[in-house]
């Protein structure tokens, strides 16, 4: 029997095709912190084990789950991170934890615990009772304290439940320990990228988002509370170089929403950090997500410090292009000159460039969307992804869209699909026909490429698979 102080368990993913089985940044830092304090941990990753929300991979979750939970007798469980996607997973994790450690405390973690408004779904759908909001380096330790010392759960500060809600922010992020690498045994440490060709890790430079996109979670989870914050250029630099050096690391992803984050500032903060990163003599090579209207102000000199100094793929979120698709995603900003941009990055400096689209909207038609594909596919990107337009609780997208709060916990749980998202739908495009278009998109996109017969190309979202059922 494995005595731990916390068992922790991720929860699965649905997995795209082409995409792998991912160790969450976030569970990596909370391994570091507890190891810092002293407690014991143990972790059950469900990713290994289902790749997808249908009916007989959950039941192979219950079963193996169940098998797994029983070899351990944690003083406390935490379940995360937890994103909406997840909810069926989530229902059926909780209920074998309920059957396993019924007198043990449960909580849950992550962006779909720290949403606002979302409590009552863990309350009384889930059987969840106790959330650690927010970042949760320092508060899960703090639960085991308090529980060590035969308190209750709720003695906890940092813990919320129905009554009582805490969202914990760690203000200065150089405090915190760099997250924990050695289970990485394969060498991929949480990141597999066809456009990288040495060892990869992912990395994040700060939390949050301060834009607040009509669609997206980040930049409105709980409502503004968690602000946006950036480590040090130090403390980014020293965690490369842990990796460099400790776990032979060359190449980086930066999960940051916006690596670079102050628009008037942009070529100063490029010119930091690059500099600072070309002063350490590291010579890995790193890649960032950049904003369209951040990415059209590069100027040469930033193009070219940024090549020098490793940068080989920014990501663009593209999304739309015409200004009513922009607006109704709560988006704005001058995407004049994109074009020539990109042209020059991966001309003149050698920067890959990738980008992602979203299909549907408000009005959109088939037409709209084959001209967005068009777009795209002049716009000579090295890769291009299309999504739908996905509608997340705790967005102002979603109020839009449903007026009741609980609507979408029937959604996901009714649905056959294999992966949690609801689609947005209006009166030209149903759900079926989006992602139909998704299929053309990428098909398009990739056609007479290298890439046109990838798996994730030809069935990015197991639509087929799902459609045999
Ligand atoms: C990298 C990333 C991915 C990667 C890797 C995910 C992974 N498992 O590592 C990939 C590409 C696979 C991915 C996939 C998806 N992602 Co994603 N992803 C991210 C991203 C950009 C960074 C995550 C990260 O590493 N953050 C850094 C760490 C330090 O933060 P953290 O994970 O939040 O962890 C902290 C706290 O949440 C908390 N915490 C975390 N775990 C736990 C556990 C417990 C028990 C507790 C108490 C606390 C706790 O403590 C951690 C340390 O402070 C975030 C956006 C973001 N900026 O966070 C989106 C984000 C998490 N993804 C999101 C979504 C929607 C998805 C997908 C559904 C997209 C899709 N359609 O396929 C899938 C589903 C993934 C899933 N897990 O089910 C949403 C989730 C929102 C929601 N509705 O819940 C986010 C917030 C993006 C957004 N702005 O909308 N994603
Ligand atoms: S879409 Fe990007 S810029 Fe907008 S809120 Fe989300 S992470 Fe921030």
Known sequence: MNNVDILLIIPPFHMRNGGGSFFPLGTSYIISSLEKSGYSWGIINCTEFIHSYYEEDLAKLETVLYEKLSSFSPLVVGIGPCVTTQLRALKKISSVCDKVFADIPIFAG????SIEGQEWVFNEVLGINYLVKGDGEFAIPDVIQVIKEGGDICQSLCVSYMEHSQVNVVEDLDALEFPFRDFAKDGTYSIRRKSMSGHQASMIASRGCPYSCAYCVSGNMKSNQVPFRRRSN???????????????????????DCFFSNMSKLSENISEFCNMLLEAELRMQWQIEMR????VLLSISDLSLLRKAGCRQINIGIEKVSQNGLRFLGKSGNLEGLKDKIALARGKYGIQISATFILGGEEETEDDIKQLVDYAKGLSLDFAHFNPLFVYPGTPLYNKVFSNKREWVDIVLMDKLPWGEIVYENKNLDRSQLLRLIDYAYKEFYKDTALAHEQMIEDRFNIKRAEGD
Do not use: C, W
Request: proline share 6%; no cysteine.
């Open 110 to 113: 992550g962006p779909f615990a």
């Open 292 to 295: 369209p209207d951040y990415f």
């Open 234 to 256: 130090e403390n980014i630099i020293q965690e490369m170089r842990k990796l460099k050096d400790e776990n032979g690391i060359s190449d980086i992803v930066f999960y940051d």
